[in-house]
């Protein structure tokens, strides 16, 4: 499954997909909206093992730097067992700002 996965990733097709996704995301991470890296990812919104290789809806990917890349497969592992995870998030991180401006 990865080796078919990495083969797929090094084939000129993805290549050029790749670029089509960095070109329609401004060649910025969608999260933070910084620049990206070289290395960025070109992220599937579609993780069904049976459309990886499907590269035909610009709208079902988004270029992500390796740490937003990291940082949403792990919100997403908890987020689909349990969607009050981003309002627990939300709560802390508006706590943070306060209690960091006060």
């Avoid at 990495?6 to 910025?28: L, M, P, T």
């Avoid at 969608?30 to 093992?49: G, Q």
Wanted: with cysteine; glycine share 0%.
């Amino acid at each position: 499954e990865q080796n078919l996965k990495s083969k797929f990733r090094s084939s000129s097709a993805w290549k050029k997909w790749r670029k089509v996704i960095y070109d329609k995301d401004e060649g910025k991470d969608f999260i933070t909206r910084k620049k990206l890296y070289k290395a960025y990812n070109c992220h599937h919104l579609d993780l069904r093992e049976k459309n990886y290789r499907n590269i035909s809806d610009p709208e079902r990917f988004i270029s992500l730097n390796k740490m937003t890349h990291d940082m949403i497969h792990w919100a997403y592992m908890y987020w689909v067992k349990d969607k009050s995870f981003l309002d627990r998030l939300r709560t802390i991180l508006e706590k943070m700002e306060k209690y960091s401006n006060d």
